[in-house]
């Protein structure tokens, strides 16, 4: 299983920028897509995570009501939408999947190579 995640870049205080990522490959099924986000000298966190089909979703504190994730079951994309953004948002966004091949219950955890966002004041 293979990510590539698309969209970020530079918005201004305020503004809105888009996340994508797509997961490709046969034979597995997704247990959950989400986002990490890594800023200058910090530990990777948890941005946002979508679940059972994305019925389920989860958000990190400093994020809920301003950032959305959403997922495309079938074409296995997920996409995060970033309201409001703070100059505190800029960081490099990972995308990350957890998934398992068809009829086993081992999870296995891939992530993606990581998109620039950065956010001017």
């Known amino acids: 299983v293979q990510l590539q995640a698309s969209g970020g870049g530079l918005a201004q205080a305020g503004g809105f920028l888009r996340l994508s990522c797509a997961a490709s490959?046969?034979?597995?099924?997704?247990?959950?897509m989400g986002w990490y986000r890594q800023a200058p000298g910090k530990q990777r966190e948890l941005v946002a995570q979508?679940?059972?089909?994305?019925?389920?979703?989860n958000y990190a504190d400093y994020v809920q009501g301003r950032f959305f994730i959403s997922m495309d079951y079938a074409k296995k994309t997920v996409d995060l939408q970033m309201h409001s953004l703070k100059p505190d948002d800029t960081a490099v966004y990972f995308c990350?999947?957890?998934?398992?091949?068809?009829?086993?219950?081992?999870?296995?955890?891939?992530w993606g190579q990581g998109t620039l966002v950065t956010v001017s004041s």
């Open positions: 979508i679940s059972n089909g994305g019925i389920v979703t």
């Open positions: 490959g046969s034979g597995f099924t997704i247990n959950a």
């Open positions: 990350v999947i957890r998934w398992r091949y068809y009829g086993r219950t081992f999870e296995r955890e891939n």
